[in-house]
């Protein structure tokens, strides 16, 4: 097994980074422009977790989900809200979410403005999202 | 056990977070003004890695360390160095840091003006630091 070595990825503004592409969110889902970058986790990184930042453009939203695994989102970007448990919170720059074991969550951008990004910290072994719904 | 709950902690400006207090970066060793925050890791929490705030005041410095487990780095707050493997690289707002296995670091902050900032994600299960020189 190859083993990365240490690197620095350089914010190069507009919060754009040298070396790091954005992809797709998901291959499939009810989901709306996100993009995703990852800084740890797509190479072989021999942390136990992998460090992604998503970007959610004005009007989009990530899948409303629930899994097993635990995870961490700091907001980095802009504005946006979560809902979380189906009732909606405020999210905005250096605001840290903890997401429990199966409790419900989704990331939306209402504000036209701006992009609202933020990173998020998984565990790198994990279960799959499940698709659920508030209604 | 008991299993902790989703929270969110609102960055409230200025760099503090409601609910959460700073606490001395370590008990012991070669370092200088640096306080530490936890955001996932200090509760029950189910996550494979714990987030952390550190920040290094004006002419302060973390300990010059190495240690088996691979870790994250990201710039939130003003702007540092970061001595990796002996060589000295800039950071600021939003650069990331891979710091790969047994290979040494030290973040510092030569800036009069303001604290240097940033998240440190961890595995949650790792080994203790060894302080070492680059002289």
Known sequence: M?????????????????????????????????????????????????????????????????????????????HGEVVLNCQTHQMGFADVLYVAPWESHQLRNPHPAEPFGFLCIVDAVRDRPQSVTCD
Chains 1, 2 share one sequence.
Do not use: I, M, N
């Not at 004005?58 to 409303?64: A, I």
């Open 2 to 78: 190859s083993v990365s070595t240490s690197r620095l990825l350089p914010h190069t503004g507009d919060f754009q980074w040298a070396g790091v592409v954005p992809t797709a969110y998901k291959d499939s889902g009810d989901f709306q422009d996100v993009t995703r970058r990852v800084f740890v986790g797509d190479q072989e990184d021999l942390t136990a977790f992998h460090v992604r930042y998503f970007e959610v453009a004005p009007g989009g939203f990530t899948t409303l989900e629930r899994h097993q695994h635990a995870h961490c989102v700091v907001g980095l970007r802009g």
